[in-house]
Nanobody, 124 residues
């Protein structure tokens, strides 16, 4: 059974950093694509970044810019999202998800399995 568990969220001050983790079980991180998404209250879910577990290729949303970085650790079956220079607009629930067809994109409908999310709150 595919399972994804996010961790690493919390309260951070503006300008701070966080690293989110997505631990996978029920499958090995040798194939597929893992994506990170977020959803703020009253807003639509938006994709942030994804990574191919086959070759490590990455794709980022335009807004991700130089503040968000996705990385994988196949040995630990874990994908990370490193976030820098956070601001209040980054406050949201953050989710990881699996695209079993290994597409490299951020269309949420392509992702079949989702974690339950971890909350990130940016506030002073």
């Amino acid at each position: 059974q595919v399972q994804l568990v996010e961790s690493g969220g919390g309260l951070v001050q503006p300008g701070g950093s966080l690293r989110l983790s997505c631990a996978a079980s029920g499958f090995t991180l040798d194939y597929y694509t893992i994506g990170w998404f977020r959803q703020a209250p009253g807003k639509e879910r938006e994709g942030i970044a994804c990574i191919s577990l086959t070759d490590g290729s990455t794709y980022y949303a335009n807004f991700a810019g130089s503040r968000f970085f996705i990385a994988r650790d196949n040995a630990r079956n874990t994908v990370y999202l490193q976030m820098y220079n956070l601001n209040s607009e980054d406050t949201a629930a953050y989710y990881c998800a699996v695209d079993i067809d290994e597409r490299l994109g951020l269309n949420s409908y392509d992702y079949a399995y989702w974690g339950q999310g971890t909350q990130v709150t940016v506030s002073s």
